[in-house]
């Protein structure tokens, strides 16, 4: 393969969710953004790669940037080849994840190993485990829904909070404690949402009904909060993502101010960045979690490629594939028993999205 060889096109979607989702930075009805490929003509039987880029509002580019940034990537990539092209996108990191998968994906379909093999050069990986994911709603139907995904095998919940007061967010997580017993992993996601005082107070609740992580629950310019939260040892963690963009990891660490960090590919510009931010995280004794943004099946199944790198890894938020009304294509990864089952075919594993 020479970088004359490669071709590189993207194609618009927009996938519409089952439901919106209700966060506290507010609902998601759909995702929309750009499927990639990206391919080696050098070969009567061209290898390909894809890539996804799904912008979101508040992490990374807008759409339009998105798409202008791919529009350069694909005059660079023939005249300057892969280093320029990811080069041209460097600030736009929506684009920069999709420009990066697809590369990733094409080299490894060309070695013949699992992408996941490529990025970690480990050993064979056969499942994740992962975390349902539970929007807000009333205490009973908040119940119901964690009811569902135990029932489907999860031993993870994420609960999102933020969008009602503390104490019905405390409640509604004794509902599900009191639903699901005491051996299932309860998280909460607050979004930036809160005052000091107010994570103060969840906090304590939550420490009562043994929730293991609260993630980003001030504001991610309140690193000295969050690192007063922590020094509280009431025995939830407390993880940062929005955090991260804001901050970086040594500043972060700098401060004591998490347990966990969450790594968003899409937002982070690719799964090569986040997968050198886990390893440097290793070595800070920091727990990396891997999430999506709620992206297609390209995106997504580069998510779990890139968790099953990263070793002893947490339940990831990565079975979002449900959120989605529709998808690119049929998705390779399979969820058993509070895990994914992690493609072993080459490359991504992803074969049936871009139709002509």
Not at 48 to 69: F, H, I, K, M
Not at 251 to 275: E, S, Y
Request: aromatic residues 4%.
């Amino acid at each position: 393969m020479t970088d004359a060889d490669l071709s590189l096109a993207y194609r618009p979607f927009s996938l519409a969710l089952a439901e919106p989702l209700e966060t506290a930075d507010g609902a998601i009805s759909a995702r929309e953004g750009f499927l990639v490929r990206l391919v080696d003509e050098d070969s009567d039987d061209p290898a390909v790669g894809y890539g996804e880029a799904t912008p979101l509002a508040g992490w990374t580019e807008s759409l339009e940037d998105c798409e202008r940034a791919l529009e350069r990537a694909q005059d660079a990539i023939r005249t300057g080849g892969p280093s320029k092209a990811l080069e041209v996108v460097a600030q736009q990191v929506a684009a920069r994840h999709a420009i990066s998968l697809a590369l990733a994906d094409l080299q490894a379909t060309c070695e013949a190993t699992p992408l996941y093999r490529y990025l970690g050069q480990g050993p064979m990986v056969g499942r994740v485990p992962v975390n349902a994911t539970i929007g807000d709603g009333s205490p009973a139907d908040t119940a119901r829904d964690a009811r569902t995904a135990v029932d489907h095998g999860f031993d993870t919940c994420k609960l999102k909070v933020g969008l009602r007061s503390v104490e019905e967010d405390i409640e509604r997580v004794r509902r599900v404690r009191e639903t699901v017993g005491p051996d299932v992993e309860l998280r909460v996601d607050a979004n930036e949402a809160w005052t000091y005082e107010q994570a103060q107070s969840a906090l304590e609740g939550f420490a009562e009904l043994d929730v293991s992580i609260l993630e980003q629950p001030l504001p991610a310019g309140a690193l000295e909060g969050h690192a007063d939260l922590r020094a509280q040892n009431t025995g939830v963690s407390i993880a940062l993502d929005e955090g991260l963009l804001e901050h970086g990891v040594d500043t972060i660490c700098d401060a004591d101010a998490a347990d966990v960090i969450v790594l968003k590919p899409m937002a982070l510009g690719g799964i090569d960045v986040a997968r050198k931010v886990a390893a440097w995280l290793a070595e800070l004794e920091v727990t990396p979690l891997v999430t999506t943004t709620i992206d297609g099946v390209v995106a997504r199944t580069g998510a779990v490629h890139l968790a099953a790198a990263i070793p002893d890894v947490p339940a990831c938020g990565l079975a979002t594939g449900n959120l989605l009304a529709e998808d690119l294509g049929r998705d390779p990864v399979l969820l058993e028993k509070g895990s994914a089952v992690v493609p072993q075919a080459k490359g991504l594993g992803v074969t049936d999205v871009w139709t002509e």
